[in-house]
């Protein structure tokens, strides 16, 4: 199982990301998968859920801002960010739980300016 986590960097205030999630070795159609992000100093708490049918769920903070898609054909997922806030600042992860067990991307850094 790889979960391949990709589309990062550094954007102003108010400005949009696309991350995407690449994954192989899960059967990507039955599979939920989540978002969870890791600021500086905190601790990795859940951004977005996405169930295998693409009902998502966000938390709070994000809600309006953050949509979640998937594409079956790529067996990728992908989190769109729009008006950012340097409060968003954080190492993003793709995660799902397959066979027993969590599954991590390897994170893609996010940084928002003021």
């Known amino acids: 199982v790889q979960l391949q986590a990709s589309g990062g960097g550094l954007v102003q205030a108010g400005g949009s990301l696309r991350l995407s999630c690449r994954t192989s070795?899960?059967?990507?159609?039955?599979?939920?998968m989540n978002w969870y992000r890791q600021a500086p100093e905190k601790q990795r708490d859940l951004v977005a859920s996405?169930?295998?049918?693409?009902?998502?769920d966000f938390v709070d903070s994000v809600k309006g801002r953050f949509t979640v898609s998937r594409d079956y054909a790529r067996n990728t997922m992908y989190l769109q960010m729009n008006n950012l806030k340097p409060d968003d600042t954080a190492v993003y992860y793709c995660?799902?739980?397959?066979?027993?067990?969590?599954?991590w991307g390897q994170g893609t850094q996010v940084t928002v300016s003021p």
């Open positions: 996405v169930t295998s049918g693409g009902s998502a």
């Open positions: 995660n799902t739980f397959w066979r027993g067990r969590e599954w």
């Open positions: 070795g899960i059967n990507f159609r039955i599979a939920a």
